[in-house]
């Protein structure tokens, strides 16, 4: 049963958890290449790709930085609709890029003619876009997004941050063409934190040769040679990759068309809850995150004693983000959580509010 119903860490299944209590083996040896290729090979099914995905020990934020340091000599795109396209701006500036800002406001979407209309403007070495804003619940129009970077700047690299939505949502990476696209352990992949997953293409690692002081440990050309060997520049993290996996088999099991239907009819279950208490999504429509919902709080609900009367029953969920704490509150439906586990939370949620 989950319950945890905030966006990361989610609730983690038990079997799991006991994956990662092996004891520990040598990172160079042959049973821990064998356990390397076996991820691998399987990440490659959920990433949707038939290059690489790379499994290094550290967040999702470190790979931002990551694919900044590695794919960007100068100029770049940076999308901001919320707080994590804002954090990798803020990456991008920290890293010495020439970051230009396409601002959407915080719940909506970037439309492709903006991107286009920017792409015209000037030109980029790359683009980063958000798909799942998980502060808003906004998620943005990937796939079309990056149909319009490829018909108006071919060459422009396109670097996306799935973070809170592979995994529970179908991305298609080779098929759109995207470059590199990141993920963390502890969302839908229902794992703990401490690890992240990027895929990354051929041309932008061929890109990479070309850009100055990409450093050491996120160096992607330093990952690839290791890769190919089943192996690690660093030692990786061994328990989460047991707990990874552990629960590939289990994504693989469920099928990862249902797994994607699951979390779809979950965010319909809370955005008609939603619409019956009169706490519309913020996101339009048409863009709601199959993920995590972000719900505005019209009627003025104390999201804090909420939480605390949610802890009585072993369960929480999370306040709005920054400068929509309060205003509104996010609803989390990913990794394992369950219809079944969504119902408890919601009934909880209305006796909450028959009591005030
Ligand atoms: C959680 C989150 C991050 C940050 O990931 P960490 O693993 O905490 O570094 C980045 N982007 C999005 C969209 C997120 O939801």
């Known amino acids: ?13 038990p079997e799991v958890m006991q994956a990662m209590t092996k004891p520990m083996i040598p990172h160079r040896s042959k049973e821990f290449n064998e356990l390397f290729r076996h991820t691998e090979a399987r990440l490659k099914k959920v990433f949707y790709t038939e290059s690489r995905v790379f499994q290094p020990p550290a967040t999702g934020s470190g790979m931002q930085e990551a694919s900044i340091r590695n794919l960007v000599q100068k100029d770049m795109l940076s999308c901001v609709n919320g707080a994590f396209g804002e954090r990798w701006y803020s990456v991008a500036i920290g890293n010495g890029k020439q970051a230009d800002r396409l601002e959407a406001t915080w719940g909506n979407i970037h439309t492709p003619d903006m991107l286009a209309e920017a792409l ?19 998620e943005n129009p990937l796939k079309e997004l990056a149909t319009v970077v490829h018909e108006v700047s071919p060459d422009t690299l396109i670097l996306v941050d799935a973070v809170s939505s592979l995994g529970g949502v179908k991305i298609e990476t080779d098929a759109w063409g995207i470059d590199f696209i990141l993920t963390s352990s502890q969302k839908c992949f229902a ?5 992240s997953f990027a ?5 932008a690692l061929k890109k990479a ?4 002081n990409r450093g050491w440990y996120f160096d992607l050309l330093l990952f690839e040679k290791h890769r190919i060997k089943n192996s690690t520049a660093m030692t990786p993290a061994i328990a989460l990759i047991n707990g990874l996996d552990a629960q590939l088999d289990r994504i693989l099991a469920e099928g990862l068309e249902n797994r994607f239907a699951r979390h779809l009819a979950m965010a319909e279950r809370v955005r008609a809850w ?14 709601c995150s199959k993920t995590v919902s972000t719900l505005q709080n019209k009627p003025g ?13 072993g369960m929480c969920i999370a306040n709005g983000y920054g400068d929509l704490k309060n205003k509104t509150f996010r609803i989390a439906h990913m ?10 939370l919601l009934e909880a949620f209305d006796d909450f509010l028959q009591k005030k």
């Open 274 to 287: 939603g619409l019956e208490h009169d706490m519309p999504n913020l996101a339009p429509l048409e863009y």
């Open 191 to 195: 794992l703990p934190p401490g690890m």
């Open 199 to 203: 895929a990354v293409s051929d041309r």
């Open 301 to 313: 609900i104390d999201i804090p004693a909420l939480n605390q009367f949610l802890k009585t029953r």
């Open 120 to 138: 015209k403007a000037k030109h980029y070495e790359a683009v980063t876009i958000v798909h799942n804003e998980t502060s808003t619940g906004v």
């Open 209 to 212: 040769e070309s850009v100055d």
């Open 1 to 13: 049963m989950s319950h945890m119903f905030i966006p990361g860490p989610v609730d983690v299944a």
């Open 335 to 344: 990794g394992e959580t369950q219809m079944s586990d969504i119902d408890t």
